[in-house]
């Protein structure tokens, strides 16, 4: 092993054992050089005052060597911020912006010790880092039955975890704590779990209230004092977009600090937070009370990111933190938060109307971007296809009964007719 792993797994063991535990083979053997390419041009930036030959870039006239005709489309920003490189970790600016606004939002992590955010390729990466750090062959990896199904791609097929379910909801449609509970302590002998929390929820776009966050963090302490070594995931991608009745905010803030056998991760990111999607910018943070653990962690992060992509997107760090310093920020993303809110209070209307009869029931919803029908006469598949091509409407078939509807994407005045078009699909269909 090369003696920088094993310096980072000596002051994980020594600041917290279990922590060193939770890692994979690879997370164990992962490491960011030190004397390799980026070090030595570090170093020279900050030092070769004469000539740099070191960074594989091009330059001209003192700066980013660029072309007009890209230039003159983003004349808004200097070529320094576009063109070279970003630091693998991020920007550093972008990286204290985020920070701070995961303090402002989450007033719960004011006083606990976590790191400072390292910048990903959106959401998808930051979950593939957590993947390739803490999930070898065969580890549990324990997530709701209602989900995004890229978790059965990163966690399982990537890293042959052991994927888990438990369903979500309880008859009464309250967040199933008790079934997280008994995922959690049905991995004793192994020792280990990587829990998966993803609120608001997709695809139901369930967020649970403040009792249900209590039970969740109980159930995860109530698995830790069992001997189990657990990493939490916080799956944050529709932070901020909460309607009703509901936690607003991460459970990380509840969790870092909580127990020694419990290491929360956030995976969160302006991508759907700011509405950039196209953008590609998501962060992962860590939270520990020992520096030495922070650091390693962080550390070894980055030898994941400097393995795979190098760095993420400089161009869409720059977008994305001039945006975040703007005096208009609060005031723009209010706005499109009104507008978010008031299509899912219409569809929830809607469905509470009484206009669609007794062919569908609906998961609870009060966060994000999308909500859930549970069919009861028709199958989801066979209505999601003719929706398509009789009616020209897409949808999401989940499973036999499940169909996901993104209000996120349907203006607030056509609510009302793609409803009514669902359910003409599900008459049609009973009619065969």
């Known amino acids: 092993m090369n003696p920088l792993a094993e310096q980072l797994n000596q002051n ?51 700066g980013p060597m660029h072309l007009a005709t890209i230039q003159e489309t983003l004349s ?41 955010p390292v910048v990903t390729n959106a959401l998808t990466h930051g979950l593939s880092i957590v993947a390739d750090l803490f999930v070898d062959e065969g580890d549990a990896v324990i997530y709701p039955d209602k989900n995004w199904e ?23 449609m309250t967040f199933n704590s008790a079934g997280l ?25 369930y967020t649970p209230g403040v009792k249900e966050g209590e039970e969740i963090v109980a159930a995860l302490v109530k698995a830790a004092e069992a001997g189990i070594n657990v990493v939490v995931v916080t799956d944050d991608a529709y932070f901020g977009l909460f309607f009703e009745d509901s936690l607003t905010e991460s459970l990380f803030g509840k969790l870092a600090g909580l127990h020694p056998r419990i290491l929360p ?12 999607w196209g953008f590609r910018v998501g962060f992962i943070t860590f939270a520990a009370e020992q520096t030495e653990v922070l650091t390693a962690l962080e550390q070894k992060t980055l030898g994941i990111i400097r393995a795979t992509i190098s760095s993420c997107s400089h161009p869409s760090q720059s977008f994305v933190l001039r945006a975040l310093k ?19 209070n219409k569809v929830k209307s809607l469905l509470d109307s009484g206009k669609y009869g007794d062919v569908w029931e609906y ?33 999401i078939a989940l ?12 203006a607030e005045e056509n609510l009302e007719e793609l409803f009514d078009l669902v359910y003409k699909g599900v008459l049609d269909l009973q009619k065969i």
């Open 76 to 116: 808004a920003y200097k070529p320094q911020d576009l063109y070279p490189y970003a630091p693998p970790a991020g920007k550093p600016e972008l990286r204290t912006v985020w920070r701070d606004k995961m303090i402002q939002e989450n007033p719960a992590l004011a006083d606990k010790s976590f790191g400072n």
């Open 150 to 172: 890229n978790y059965e791609l990163t966690f399982g097929i990537r890293r042959h975890g052991s994927i888990i379910n438990y369903p979500l909801f309880t008859e009464d």
């Open 12 to 62: 994980l063991k020594s600041g917290n054992n279990h922590v060193y535990e939770m890692l994979s083979i690879l997370g164990k053997e992962i490491y960011f050089p030190k004397e390799g390419i980026l070090s030595q041009s570090a170093e020279a930036t900050a030092n070769a005052k004469k000539f740099n030959a070191t960074i594989g870039i091009a330059t001209e006239n003192g």
């Open 181 to 205: 509970e008994e995922a959690l302590l049905a991995q004793k002998d192994k020792g280990k779990a990587v829990v998966i929390l993803n609120f608001p929820n997709n695809p139901t776009g």
């Open 265 to 276: 991760v956030k995976v969160d990111g302006a991508t759907k937070e700011e509405f950039v």
């Open 326 to 344: 703007s005096p208009e920020f609060e005031s723009q993303k209010a706005e499109k938060f009104v507008i978010m809110k008031g299509r899912a």
């Open 399 to 410: 499973g036999d009964q499940d169909l996901r509807i993104a209000f996120s994407c349907i």
């Open 363 to 395: 998961y609870p919803f009060n966060s994000g971007y999308f909500m859930c029908l549970k069919l009861k006469t028709v199958n989801a598949e066979a209505l999601r296809q003719h929706l398509i091509y009789e009616y020209g409407v897409g949808t």
